[in-house]
């Protein structure tokens, strides 16, 4: 019903920048959207979600002042923009998508994309 592609991962360095890309197609309408994250070894864990208008953001007290998510529906394509990227920020960072944010922020969203890499180095 919906599929969902992330682009813009790669490798930078402590301190640097990036934004993250969440091609959307298929039935999205009402959709609210949300980025996940599993490093190696590590249980995925909630980023960031915003509703279907934009109007309405949660963040995870661990990145929150760091990251912004953002979202374009004419485009069908939702946005994470990092900074201040420190090598613990490493993993594969998954966007999702479900009906309503609270399904995003309780971790339980019904579809994912395949993950994009980001990885910090010192």
């Known amino acids: 019903q919906v599929q969902l592609v992330e682009s813009g991962g790669g490798l930078v360095q402590a301190g640097d920048s990036l934004r993250l890309s969440c091609a959307a197609s298929?039935?999205?309408?009402?959709?609210?959207m949300g980025w996940f994250r599993q490093a190696p070894g590590k249980e995925r864990e909630f980023v960031a979600g915003?509703?279907?208008?934009?109007?309405?953001?949660y963040y995870a007290d661990s990145m929150k002042g760091r990251v912004t998510i953002s979202r374009d529906n004419a485009k069908n394509t939702g946005y994470l923009q990092m900074n201040s990227l420190k090598p613990e920020d490493t993993a594969v960072y998954y966007c999702?998508?479900?009906?309503?944010?609270?399904?995003?922020?309780?971790?339980?969203?019904?579809?994912w994309g395949q993950g994009t890499q980001v990885t910090v180095s010192s």
């Open positions: 298929g039935r999205t309408f009402g959709y609210a």
């Open positions: 999702a998508a479900a009906q309503s944010l609270r399904l995003i922020v309780d971790g339980e969203p019904a579809y």
């Open positions: 915003i509703s279907w208008s934009g109007v309405v953001t």
